[in-house]
């Protein structure tokens, strides 16, 4: 499992920059402040959010192994530290979730027309093109207290040692993060993609298109979206 690092800001950010971009000018700064205040909700809503399935059946206990010098820093600075996911094993593993993405909204668009085409035609765009803080950081689980893999690829091959974490508490005590189980199978990673596309494109068609800031509301929504399912792709193997 992985504690996927907290996007907040970076939500924040990329709706600020995102609709300065949009914006050519016509925005006052009141109106965007006015904007993202409304918007602060939904683009603080971490993933995983409309997918709750994936931590109901959460074990109740959960083990890190690690060498001495780990439990060490651990006990001293209390403190767990994540790992860049670019500099995991494999970092094309993020390549992997984005390449789910884009064949999503690239099987989907066939089936739009008017301004939902145009709204996928710009999803896939910002996916492509638009980086909105790649920045992801994990912490990294395993549901088994002994385990000769982890052993020998963590456990400083049989010297080291493996810490028992009360599941509930641990995901307690996350202020910045998320504990989420690992995906490997295709149609569950399929499903947390769906539920968080669905749930951004809900909170759109609730907002009244006829003020005259609904537009930007709309975009920072997608911002959201974009920066929410980057965040998926850390749970995806």
Known sequence: ?????????????AALWYVLEVSDNSVSWEDMGTVLQEMLPKLVAGPFE???????????????????????????????????CHYLNDATELDHGRDLTLDKIEKALPTLSGES?????????????????????????????????????????????????DSEALSRSISSGLLVPVLYDEARKSEALSAEFSRILEETRRLDQTESLAGYRTWALYVALVVNIKALWGAFK
Not at 143 to 149: A, E, G, I, P, S
């Open 50 to 84: 409309s997918a709750s399935s994936l931590t109901k059946q959460r074990p109740v206990c959960l083990y890190h192994y690690t060498d001495i010098a780990g439990l060490k820093g651990i006990i001293e600075h209390r403190e767990l530290w994540a790992t860049d």
């Open 117 to 165: 085409r145009s709204l996928g035609d710009a999803l896939l765009n910002m996916f492509r093109s638009v980086p909105l803080f790649d920045q992801l950081f994990a912490f990294c689980l395993c549901t088994r207290k002994d385990d000769l893999n982890q052993w020998r690829h963590y456990g400083a091959s049989g010297r080291g040692i493996v810490i028992e974490f």
């Open 1 to 13: 499992l992985n504690s996927l690092q907290s996007i907040r800001l970076h939500n924040i950010a």
